[in-house]
């Protein structure tokens, strides 16, 4: 048992000892002592600074045999140029799978899985970050590998497009959530649209960043002088220094990262609207601007927000959600940043029928605040929640250098965190009762509300006069992208059809059989194997998948003895468990299945005359050793694009945008082994790719045009 476990059990007994005393004396248990919190002070990292301006934290952990280090680099999104929105998160994603001068990413990705590393690089509002992690014997070779992506990326223009794509297709499908859409739309209204802390990427802003944007946004900001690193974990400081001084402390300094002046312009106060008409329930955010954490009032903020809009005992969830019923979730607060101005944000998630009278009852509490403002036990509460929670945000070394990380950054004394209880427990309530009449004015708010209005109490108007936000897409993704071809390509939306996309769109028809072949098929029975990665390894599956064009697909997947079956219709979606077991499919699953069948090549091919699909021909690519020419498809509002062989007619690969159980990725399947039944030509193989990765390779053994398909081979068991 390690030292810190023993510890730890120790205190435990000694607290139910204590507790048990204390029990067995008090009549009540209201009566029972509660002792003072024992001082906190975590053991902090050791700080040093090199000759070149490089900053560095040490902090021992022997608890595990595992060392982790992220260094942070000043310098982020809201310095990029308004035209490049998006600069930043693409280089934080193709920093890493790029590689280096020496090596590819995925040649990275195989160095690191044998080793049960990782190296991960990432963008943010004012920083970028490079991070590792391994086990302690494989430190020195996962460290190189983590100084060569610092020092040497190389931006792979493939990988690029790839980000890219991935990219588009978020932006493609931003508005399905409601959620995103009440976060992104509130930061605007309490920021300015046009703030970088707001700012969105758009199609247009992500077809314009280009390799040479990355590369030099990488020689602009990463020199030692700013970057800030952090190594946490089982190792000898002396020896980790010596070997970090090797390693950084010969590099040159450079130009200091400039800091950009930013303005903020808030929205007019009043009320905004968003429709969204395919929900039953309403988001409401009421914001402006908040403050930064240098605020004298930071410690009387903090625990007025516990009181006011924070933990189920607070006064907002006590009375909206618990007594009146009105929201599901209500909370918020004045948000703090470290150095800009946070926002202040009250919010609740409500019923469309209950809207209009959960928007009053919001109004009411924060004008309630000046009759009833926080009395002495809601105080108490508030303090003892935020005390009594705070050790285990800092209950570990790594975690006690992150936060130490951040006050480096931005330029706060090194005992920020031992100064916090501290203020905490000296707030009064006559500070707190100050807050609101200083920082929340009914007057002043911009109060969004998107939900479904027909479905509202009353009329948003009944309120006042509301501004409309239009969240619509603007543009498309463009076929040809500045970083030039390559084999991953972005997500595209053709607009119409070009004369060179038809006629290879004909060549595809043909090669599969001619157009009257591929309009008589109205059903296909395959049957198949599927090697699938998976965490655990290998999954060897046996499927038989039905198909009912356009819309209609069951498949069945026997692993050993267990088989899975998936049902999909226009009516519902399903999943038959080994057990026998029904459960509905997510919304976005039943989708996403529906999306397959419209991109499916002999779906497409049977619909080379409909006035909804659109085919453009574009830019000639290499895949592999064979010459290709890009084909955009657009399916009914389904993008996909094809790679085609142009003499042959046939497909060699797919790129399309999907959603699967993690989130959106970027879809690639090449095909391969064609076979011809019955005058119909198909691809046999199947390799499938998720943002690049090997996910399953699918082996066609056999297919059957036109079976007999029973009448309830779609319908759901009625269990």
Partial sequence: MSSRLRSARNVICACLLLCSAAVAQAPTWKQVPVPPLPAFKPVQPRRIQLPNGMVIFLQEDHELPL??????????????????????????????????????????????????????????????????????????????????????????PDKLQLAKGHMDSGISRRNDDVEEIAARESLKLAYGADNPYAREPEYATVAAITRDDLLQWHQRYVHPNNIIFGIVGDFDSAQVEAQLREVFGSWPEGPPAPRPEIEFHPANPGYYGIAKNDVDQSLVRMVALGTTRRNPDYYAIEVFNEAFAGGFSSRLISDIRTRQGLAYSV???????????????????????????????????????????????????????????????????????????????????????????????????????????????????????????????????????????????????????????????????????????????????????????????????????QTAQAPSGEVNLQVEATIVFPDRVRASMQQGEQTMTIVSTPESAFMLAPNGAVEDLPASQRKELLEQLKRDPLFVAQHLSDPQFAFAAGQNVKIGDTQATILDVSAAGTPVRYYVEPASGKILRESYPAVGPSGPFQGETDLSDWKTLDGLTLPAKHVNRQNGRVSSTVNVLEFQVNPPVEENLFERPKR
């Avoid at 990705?109 to 690089?121: C, N, P, S």
């Avoid at 944000?345 to 009852?361: D, E, F, M, Y």
């Avoid at 000296?426 to 009449?437: N, Y």
């Avoid at 004369?499 to 043909?510: C, H, N, P, R, Y």
């Fill in 67 to 156: 060392i982790d280090g992220v260094a942070r680099i000043r310098g982020g999104s809201r310095s990029e140029p308004r035209g490049k929105t998006g600069l930043v998160d693409l280089y934080g994603q193709v920093w890493r799978t790029g590689g280096t001068v020496a090596r590819t990413g995925d040649q990275l990705d195989d160095f690191l899985e044998m080793r049960a590393a990782k190296v991960e690089t990432g963008g943010g509002s004012d920083s970028t970050t490079i991070a590792f992690s391994c086990l302690k014997q494989d430190f020195r070779d996962v460290f190189n590998v983590f100084v060569e992506v610092l020092r040497q990326p190389s931006f792979r």
């Fill in 331 to 529: 909370g918020g607060g004045i948000g703090t940043a470290f150095d800009h101005p946070g926002v202040l944000r009250i919010g609740l998630g409500t019923q469309s029928k209950n809207t209009v009278r959960a928007v009053r009852a919001l109004e009411t509490e924060i004008a309630d605040l000046k009759t009833h403002p926080i009395s002495e036990q809601e105080l108490k509460r508030a303090k003892d929640s935020i005390l009594n929670s705070f050790v285990f945000n800092f209950d570990s070394p790594g975690k006690v250098l992150r936060e130490r990380l951040a006050y480096e950054f931005y330029g706060y004394p090194p005992d920020f965190l031992e100064r916090f209880r501290a203020g905490i427990e000296k707030v009064t309530v006559e500070e707190v009762a100050r807050v609101p009449e200083k920082y929340i004015h009914a007057n002043q708010l911009a109060v969004l509300v998107v939900g479904n209005e027909k479905e509202f109490d009353q009329p948003l108007s009944t309120l006042g006069a509301v501004t409309p936000i239009d969240i619509t897409i603007p543009g498309t993704p463009s076929p040809a992208s500045p970083a030039g071809p390559a084999e991953a390509p972005a997500e595209v939306k053709p607009a119409a059809s070009n004369s060179e996309g038809k006629a290879l769109m004909a060549k595809v028809v043909a090669a599969m059989g001619g157009e009257a072949k591929v309009a008589s098929v109205h059903s296909l029975l395959e049957k198949m194997t």
